[in-house]
């Protein structure tokens, strides 16, 4: 897998910083949608920003789905095992290992980051998971006794009922990880309080 497999950002963590935030976007972003956002949260760390490689209607997505809140589970998996070798691919060529990573994934994108979770147990450091769906539930995860999760939630999301949030986050607890959940009311929408959040959560690490 090389690293023209995804349309990329890679900027190198700053002033001894050795955070690099894998950032991957909602379902019509792109590399640059969640740059600023990361900024936020750590303005020294590096940045390794994907885009999707799904068209879906002129939206990019990391893998199909079915329908509205319905995931494709084969296009998941698929370009999941995709995510994993271009990580390990970029880790090689920037220089960095890949225990540094830590994920910022919204919707679609947070979605991969789970499966990648429920795939793989060392291809990440930490993460934050802006309003994840599970993945898939016909998977038996790794030990992720070493991970640390933040997972953003909406009282009021359409699109990620409570429901589905309180099952990942009971999901990764029995695999071991550390959760913290924040609960919202802007329905699927990224709010400013949310973002608080995870930078207070990210602090902590």
């Known amino acids: 897998m090389s690293l023209e497999s995804f349309i990329h950002v890679y900027n190198e963590p700053l002033m001894g910083n050795t955070t690099v935030f894998l950032l991957l976007h909602g379902t019509g972003g792109d590399e640059h949608d969640m740059i600023q956002l990361a900024k936020m949260i750590d303005p020294q760390a590096g940045i ?90 016909n998977t038996e995860l790794p030990d992720l006794s070493n991970q640390r999760l933040f997972i953003g939630a909406g009282e009021n999301d359409p699109l990620c009922l409570p429901e589905e949030t309180k099952e990942l986050e009971q999901i990764f607890i029995e695999a071991g990880a550390s959760i913290t959940t924040y609960w919202g009311k802007d329905g699927h929408n990224l709010s400013k309080s949310e973002i608080d959040a995870a930078a207070i959560w990210y602090e902590n690490l």
């Open 48 to 137: 390794l920003s994907l885009r999707g490689n799904i068209n879906e209607n002129g939206m990019n997505r990391f893998f199909e789905r079915k329908a509205m809140g319905i995931l494709d589970e084969v296009s998941l998996k698929k370009e999941t095992d995709k995510l994993f070798e271009f990580l390990n691919a970029a880790a090689a060529h920037y220089g960095f290992k890949t225990k540094q990573l830590v994920v910022l994934g919204y919707s679609n994108g947070a979605n991969i980051a789970s499966s990648l979770l429920f795939h793989y147990n060392d291809v990440l450091y930490q993460g934050m998971l802006l309003h994840p769906m599970v993945p898939t539930r």
